[in-house]
């Protein structure tokens, strides 16, 4: 039987089946997963040519290769011959991968390099099987997105006004550039993946969920999304959304709060900023990271980038690791330091936010009621100067925008 | 054994036998004061990520903890609203295979095998890998210096785990 999503996804309200139906999980895989632009990386994961991480979309094994030509290649780790993987190392340096199980080789483009006896196959170069390939490839401010179809919107066109959230990241380095060279911190949640996305900009489950660790450390992320918050809550569009927090930055008007410190501590850093940026440096520095979900898979909170990966319909890992921003050694220590202590297994605020989706997983499987409320700030959502959906810093606006673009996908014609 | 001064503040294997002994079981059954005052004041609690031997100064850790963040978590935990860890886990390690590998200063360096069976609503879990204590004689008795805990699993993708390893 088809699923009408429109029965499912109303304005104010979702069904439970959308996070436990196998089927719609299934679905999901096709007209998300393996079609719109997924992120998988970073480029300076992969510095030099030759290097290669293995990399994960859904399901699908992937090898991020740098080649000679300095290009990124996303490649599938699967041989032509009998389907064997060709690489076992999660990250090295090779300018080519040799299948184990019969030695086929392969350059790290993906392209066929040679078999062993020949003469089975009547010689030299008679073969023409090469590694699959990521049909569209595509980076911004260096991260790597993958879109499974040959055709479709650019990735500039589905990043649209998330661009701007990766450029305000990137900005904050005094070259311009970030860099994810701290490794990856992989959590598994037995979840459905969507609960981890509305989570990622819910701004009214911080005081609550994580009440405990800012109680103890004295933190004021709470009242940035309390109901006296000016922040807000924005559908940037394509599924894409973000706490806007600046406008709570800006009232406190000091550079480095955003980072929980103050310039003083970061001297050498500031200085570059400042000589950078001249008299926009003041503002650089007091409205700091963005906190934006980038649709379908990729997170940023500050000082942390995440990656979610869908495994099953109550399976999901969560990938994370600390911001590094380029020429700003000092700031990189504090960056891993704060990140280790905030997310991952163990993270004082991320091993809460798992367990809340865990027992959320638990909880929609109950057979009444069967919808999740995500009404909340309706009412007082307003049309922005740029022409965006806000909300309050505690409101819904980013989950209504992810299902709205959900919708859209699920109900469009599949194409190639 | 570099010298008389550690030969004398040194600990035999009895001695971090029942120390090690005792972490664990204050970490089995959550006694969370009891084991946050077996560290000393430059202690390390490190969990790696990703394999053994990273630099936890440029790379994630699933834990790196001095003295203060250790105070932080222990904090956190005694709220009853650390949702990962309220209800607790139940659970219980085994520790052995314990050999004393060295001395360092006045610390005596320890190296042991753990298994712990973790449960909770959500499942049970198996946690298994090789723990590095670094453990020191003090005026109030033995106290733990360092801990590093290299899990089996360290580079695959891990469940929560708020208890302490």
Redesign the interface.
């Known amino acids: 039987m088809t699923v009408q999503y429109s029965e499912l996804i109303q304005p104010e309200r979702v069904h439970g089946s959308l996070y436990t139906n196998p089927e719609i999980f299934a679905e999901e895989l096709r007209r998300i997963w393996y079609r719109t632009w997924v992120c998988v990386g970073h480029v300076s994961e992969i510095a030099h040519p030759g290097d290669y991480v293995r990399k994960q979309v859904a399901t699908q094994d992937i090898i991020m290769t740098r080649s000679s030509d300095g290009e990124v290649n996303l490649l599938l780790n699967r041989c032509a011959h009998r389907g064997n993987l060709v690489c076992e190392d999660q990250r090295g340096n090779s300018s080519s991968f040799r299948c184990p199980y019969h030695g086929w080789t392969y350059r790290n483009t993906g392209e066929m390099l040679g078999y062993p006896y020949n003469q089975g196959y009547g010689g030299k170069g008679k073969l023409n099987l090469n590694l699959g390939r990521v049909p569209r490839v595509d980076t911004y401010q260096g991260f790597v997105f993958a879109s499974f179809a040959e055709e479709g919107p650019s990735l500039r066109e589905h990043l649209g006004a998330a661009a701007g959230e990766l450029d305000r990241l990137a900005r904050l380095s005094p070259e311009g550039e970030i860099e994810l060279t701290a490794g990856w911190l992989r959590h598994r949640a037995k979840a459905n993946w969507k609960l981890l996305v509305e989570n990622e900009t819910d701004g009214y489950h911080p005081q609550f969920v994580h009440g405990s660790v800012f109680t103890v450390t004295g933190s004021h992320i709470g009242t940035l999304y309390s109901d006296k918050s000016t922040a807000v809550t924005r559908d940037l569009g394509n599924g894409h959304s973000e706490n806007d927090l600046r406008s709570e930055f800006r009232r406190m008007g000091k550079p480095m709060t955003w980072f929980g410190t103050t310039e003083d501590r970061f001297p050498d850093y500031v200085a570059k900023m400042r000589a950078l940026h001249g008299d926009k440096a003041e503002d650089i520095l007091i409205e700091g990271a963005p906190h934006v979900m980038v649709f379908p898979n990729l997170f940023i909170a500050e000082i942390s980038v995440f990656m979610i990966n869908p495994l099953a319909v109550n399976e999901t890992v969560q990938s994370v690791t600390a911001v590094q921003l380029k020429g700003a050694p000092e700031m990189n220590r504090r960056l891993v330091s704060q990140c280790i202590g905030s997310v991952g297994p163990a993270g004082m605020l991320l091993a809460d936010d798992t367990e809340m989706y865990e027992r959320n997983q638990r909880g929609v499987e109950a057979r009444r009621p069967e919808w999740l409320d995500i009404r909340r700030g309706v009412h007082r959502e307003r049309i922005d100067e740029n022409g965006f959906k806000v909300g309050a810093a505690n409101d819904e606006t980013g989950m209504r925008g992810f299902w709205s673009h959900y919708r859209t996908l699920m109900e469009q014609e599949e194409t190639k | 054994m570099s010298s008389v001064a550690a030969e004398d503040t040194a600990l035999d294997l009895r001695e971090v036998e029942a120390f090690v002994y005792r972490e664990a079981r204050l970490a089995d059954e959550h006694d969370y004061d009891g084991w946050e005052a077996l560290w000393t004041d430059d202690a390390v609690y490190w969990?790696p990520?990703?394999g053994p031997d990273?630099d936890p100064?440029?790379?994630?850790?699933?834990?790196?903890d001095n003295r203060s963040?250790i105070r932080?978590?222990i904090?956190?935990l005694k709220?009853?609203?650390?949702?990962?860890q309220s209800p607790p886990s139940n659970m219980r390690r085994v520790v052995s295979n314990i050999e004393v590998v060295g001395v360092e200063g006045a610390d005596t360096v320890a190296e042991a095998n753990f298994v712990l069976v973790e449960h909770r609503e959500?499942?049970t879990v198996l946690w298994a890998g090789r723990t590095t204590y670094r453990l020191r004689r003090t005026e109030d008795g033995i106290r733990l210096a360092y801990k590093k805990v290299v899990l089996v699993n360290s580079?695959?993708?891990?469940?929560?785990?708020?208890f302490l390893i």
């Open positions: 969990v990520a990703g990273i100064v440029k790379q994630v850790s699933v834990v790196y963040r932080t978590r904090r956190q709220t009853g609203k650390r949702y990962a959500r499942g580079a695959d993708a891990l469940p929560t785990m708020a």
